[in-house]
Every structure is written in structure tokens, then in C-alpha cells.
């Protein structure tokens, strides 16, 4: 019998996700599963019928989120819609819990027999514990990414497992990569790289483009000779260019734009690789940068309203992932208000020049790489396992 699957991402690191979960439900099925939802051209490329654009649901912070309310509104009563007409075996939302929640609710409504999947857990532990209590009222089933997740989704009541991070699987560079990423870009062997990160969403591209410029200014003054790599998500390609324009040491923008992804993939493998240091945008950027061995800075603002809101909820004393994995401080990060040039560019200053700091980092991101399932099943094929379990 046809699996019939209803996926929603709305973000690239959900894309990912979604579409090693569809390509390890492929395999347990036989190739007999059929998808519709959402999602962007990794999911699409695995066979996902797309409902509408992926990137209309990349919002984040609660200012965004309320601008746009009315529209994300509407697309998720039309979801649901969409999901009851469907009468897939499960519902399964990736992240982006704002729409992903609301959607399950109003499928849990229109038709309580849908099975509701929630793939990332949402961080509970972090800040506002009781969404874990109200998530329950209309997800059947979550997938955690971190190990010490599923006890906060059993206590209320849902089945939860740790399927592993998929970051475990991200290939490295190689050889080759490395040396064709620096003769396209003239950066010889022995010249210090800095790779910059500002965010995967036009509002971090905003808000943190001047920032990251500014701390690189002490940076390049004490390694005058530095190059500056910027990766481009491809739903901010376009602004990016024009935001970092002012930025010191002519930034080498890697514009994923009329490259296959393929291609784009390897060049980026390779500039993670080599970079000596990074500073990037809070997420799961920092997860990567773990798997790639670079040592990074991480830094992060908001508006004044998600700033306020968030900050003051927060039970935890850091928010990047291999210091909470790996139950370590070792990565620095510079969270709100701390978000200045400044102290940012101190930091990497230190990350560039200090051996020991740099060897800490390195100690923590192997444990964390451990932690998060590295040498295992791969999380893709264990999620799917996970989701099969449930509908059987």
C-alpha cells in the first residue's frame, strides 16, 4: 500500500532536514510513498509536490512575525485545508514552530484520526517551558535532534525519540575542493580566512550585516592580509551584495545563483574547511562549523520586542549548541544587547591569535559531534525508522 506523506518545511535548515527523512522513508517504504507540502529544492528533488513557496514562511522574532500575521494566518487555515483534503498516513512539521503548531492544531481539529509529527523538538529547555504542555494537545509524536530532549516531550505526554543530528553526515571537503576553492578565490595556503555568516533570513541580513562589518574592522587591521568568505543562502543571494558593500577586506561572496548545488555544496564544504576562524548568526550554523572543525564567534541580535521577550524568558546562560551539547563555554557569543562590534571583533582577535582557545573549541565540537550521534545510523534513515514506527 502507498505511504502518502504531508511535509512542511519553511527554511533551508528544515529543507535538509526533510529531505534526508523523505530519502530514508524512500528506502524503508521500497520507493512507495508519495509526498505533498511544503518545502524547498532538496525536498522538492526528493519528490515532494510543493503547495506554495517555502521561503513565505521564513519569518523569525515576534515583530516579523506579527507583520506578518495576517498572511501566515491564511496560509495556515489553507494548509490545513490542503492536509484534510490529502488524508496523508501523518502530518509532519519541520521547525518553525510558530506555523508548524498552529497547522497541527488545526488538523487535529478538522480530522483527529491524522497522525501529527513534529520533526525538532522545540527548545523547552531553553525558554518557555510550557509549550511543551500546549505542543501536546496536537502532536501525536516528536523528533528530537538533541539527546537530552525526549524526557521534556514524554513528561507530556507525546512519544518522543532522539533520531541524531543530520550535521553527523555533512561530508567534508575535500583535497580537491580545498584547492580548486582557493585558486577561483587567490587565497594561497598560509593566508588567514575568515568565514562570515550573517544569517539564512533577510531580517538577520538587516539587522546583523553592519554589525559583522564593523568587527571585522579590527580584525583585518591586525591580519591586514585576511581574507573575508561570505556563504549566500539562496533566498538572501540577492540583498547580501548590497549589505555588505561597506565591509572591509573586499568579502568573497559565495553566490549559490547559477551554480548546480552541487557545485555550490562543495564550494561551501570547502570554505568551511578551510576558514581559521568564523563568525556567525546563532543556529545551527554552529553545528556545522562543529562538523568542519572551525573555531567561530557567535553573535546574534533582534528587534527590541523579541529581544526583551526572549531574553527575560531564557533559563539557560548560552544558546549555541556545542556549549549546551557538549556541556562547554568554549564558544563565545555575543547575544543582544552584547551584540557589538566591538567586543565581537575582541573575540575573534583572540580565537585568530590564542592556540589554547582554539584547541578548547576543537575539544568541545568532538564531543559534541559524538553526542549528536557521529559514527551511528544516520539521523535521516533513524527519523524515518521513528515516523514508520508510529503509522505501523
Same mark, same amino acid.
Given at each position: 500500500?502507498?505511504?502518502r506523506?504531508?511535509?512542511?518545511?519553511?527554511?533551508?535548515? !528544515?529543507d535538509?532536514? !526533510?529531505?534526508?527523512?523523505?530519502?530514508?522513508?524512500?528506502?524503508?517504504? $521500497?520507493?512507495?510513498?508519495v509526498?505533498? $507540502?511544503?518545502?524547498?529544492?532538496l525536498?522538492? &528533488?526528493? #519528490?515532494?509536490?510543493p503547495?506554495f513557496?517555502?521561503?513565505?514562511?521564513?519569518?523569525i522574532?515576534?515583530t516579523?512575525?506579527?507583520?506578518?500575521? *495576517? /498572511?501566515? &494566518?491564511?496560509?495556515?487555515?489553507?494548509?490545513?485545508?490542503?492536509?484534510?483534503?490529502?488524508?496523508?498516513?501523518?502530518?509532519?512539521?519541520?521547525?518553525? +514552530?510558530?506555523?508548524?503548531?498552529?497547522l497541527?492544531?488545526?488538523?487535529?481539529?478538522?480530522a483527529? =484520526?491524522?497522525?501529527?509529527?513534529?520533526?525538532?523538538?522545540?527548545?523547552v529547555w531553553?525558554?518557555?517551558?510550557?509549550?511543551?504542555?500546549k505542543?501536546a494537545?496536537?502532536v501525536?509524536?516528536?523528533?528530537a535532534?538533541?539527546?537530552?530532549?525526549? +524526557?521534556?516531550?514524554?513528561?507530556?505526554?507525546?512519544?518522543? =525519540?532522539?533520531? #541524531?543530528?543530520p550535521?553527523?553526515t555533512?561530508?567534508?571537503?575535500?583535497?580537491?575542493?580545498i584547492a580548486?576553492f582557493?585558486?577561483?578565490?587567490g587565497?594561497?595556503?598560509?593566508?588567514?580566512?575568515?568565514?562570515?555568516?550573517?544569517g539564512? /533570513?533577510r531580517?538577520?541580513i %538587516?539587522?546583523?550585516a +553592519?554589525?559583522?562589518?564593523d568587527?571585522?574592522?579590527?580584525?583585518? &587591521?591586525?591580519?591586514p592580509?585576511?581574507?573575508?568568505?561570505?556563504?549566500a543562502a539562496?533566498?538572501?543571494? !540577492?540583498?547580501?551584495?548590497?549589505?555588505?558593500?561597506d565591509?572591509?577586506g573586499? +568579502?568573497?561572496?559565495l553566490?549559490?545563483r #547559477?551554480q548546480a548545488p =552541487?557545485?555550490?555544496?562543495?564550494?561551501k564544504?570547502?570554505?568551511?574547511?578551510?576558514?581559521d576562524?568564523a563568525?556567525?548568526?546563532?543556529?545551527?550554523?554552529s553545528?556545522?562549523l562543529?562538523?568542519? %572543525?572551525?573555531?567561530?564567534?557567535?553573535a546574534?541580535?533582534?528587534?527590541?520586542?523579541?529581544?526583551t521577550v526572549i @531574553?527575560?524568558?531564557?533559563k539557560?546562560?548560552?544558546?549555541?549548541?556545542v556549549? @549546551?551539547?557538549?556541556?562547554?563555554?568554549?564558544v563565545?557569543?555575543?547575544?543582544g544587547k552584547?551584540c557589538?562590534? $566591538?567586543p565581537?571583533?575582541?573575540a @575573534?582577535?583572540?580565537?585568530?591569535d =590564542?592556540?589554547?582557545? /582554539?584547541?578548547?573549541?576543537l575539544?568541545a565540537?568532538? @564531543?559534541?559531534?559524538a553526542?549528536? $550521534?557521529?559514527g551511528?545510523e544516520?539521523p #535521516?534513515?533513524?527519523a524515518? *525508522?521513528?515516523?514508520?514506527?508510529?503509522?505501523?
Amino acid at each position: 500500500m502507498t505511504l502518502r506523506l504531508f511535509l512542511v518545511a519553511g527554511e533551508p535548515s !528544515g529543507d535538509r532536514l !526533510g529531505a534526508a527523512l523523505m530519502a530514508g522513508l524512500k528506502t524503508l517504504a $521500497g520507493g512507495d510513498v508519495v509526498f505533498h $507540502g511544503v518545502g524547498g529544492p532538496l525536498m522538492q &528533488a526528493e #519528490g515532494l509536490v510543493p503547495l506554495f513557496d517555502m521561503e513565505e514562511l521564513s519569518v523569525i522574532g515576534l515583530t516579523e512575525i506579527i507583520a506578518n500575521y *495576517r /498572511r501566515l &494566518a491564511r496560509r495556515v487555515t489553507d494548509t490545513a485545508k490542503a492536509v484534510t483534503a490529502e488524508r496523508p498516513d501523518a502530518l509532519i512539521t519541520i521547525d518553525i +514552530p510558530e506555523f508548524s503548531l498552529r497547522l497541527a492544531s488545526q488538523v487535529k481539529d478538522r480530522a483527529p =484520526d491524522i497522525r501529527t509529527i513534529h520533526y525538532v523538538a522545540p527548545t523547552v529547555w531553553a525558554w518557555r517551558p510550557g509549550r511543551a504542555r500546549k505542543m501536546a494537545r496536537s502532536v501525536d509524536h516528536v523528533l528530537a535532534l538533541l539527546p537530552f530532549e525526549p +524526557p521534556y516531550m514524554q513528561a507530556e505526554g507525546m512519544s518522543c =525519540d532522539f533520531v #541524531g543530528h543530520p550535521v553527523v553526515t555533512e561530508p567534508k571537503a575535500s583535497e580537491a575542493e580545498i584547492a580548486a576553492f582557493r585558486d577561483k578565490h587567490g587565497i594561497a595556503p598560509g593566508e588567514t580566512t575568515i568565514l562570515v555568516l550573517p544569517g539564512s /533570513r533577510r531580517s538577520e541580513i %538587516e539587522r546583523l550585516a +553592519p554589525i559583522f562589518g564593523d568587527a571585522l574592522r579590527p580584525v583585518l &587591521a591586525r591580519h591586514p592580509g585576511a581574507h573575508v568568505v561570505v556563504p549566500a543562502a539562496p533566498a538572501v543571494a !540577492g540583498m547580501l551584495g548590497d549589505k555588505i558593500r561597506d565591509w572591509p577586506g573586499q +568579502p568573497h561572496i559565495l553566490d549559490p545563483r #547559477g551554480q548546480a548545488p =552541487d557545485a555550490f555544496a562543495a564550494e561551501k564544504r570547502a570554505a568551511f574547511s578551510l576558514a581559521d576562524v568564523a563568525l556567525a548568526a546563532s543556529g545551527t550554523v554552529s553545528l556545522e562549523l562543529a562538523a568542519a %572543525e572551525t573555531p567561530m564567534v557567535i553573535a546574534y541580535d533582534m528587534s527590541w520586542l523579541s529581544r526583551t521577550v526572549i @531574553l527575560s524568558l531564557l533559563k539557560v546562560d548560552t544558546v549555541t549548541l556545542v556549549n @549546551l551539547v557538549a556541556e562547554s563555554r568554549t564558544v563565545p557569543e555575543f547575544i543582544g544587547k552584547a551584540c557589538r562590534p $566591538g567586543p565581537v571583533g575582541a573575540a @575573534l582577535n583572540t580565537l585568530l591569535d =590564542d592556540a589554547a582557545a /582554539r584547541t578548547a573549541q576543537l575539544n568541545a565540537m568532538a @564531543l559534541t559531534m559524538a553526542r549528536l $550521534g557521529k559514527g551511528g545510523e544516520a539521523p #535521516g534513515l533513524r527519523a524515518a *525508522r521513528s515516523v514508520m514506527s508510529l503509522i505501523r
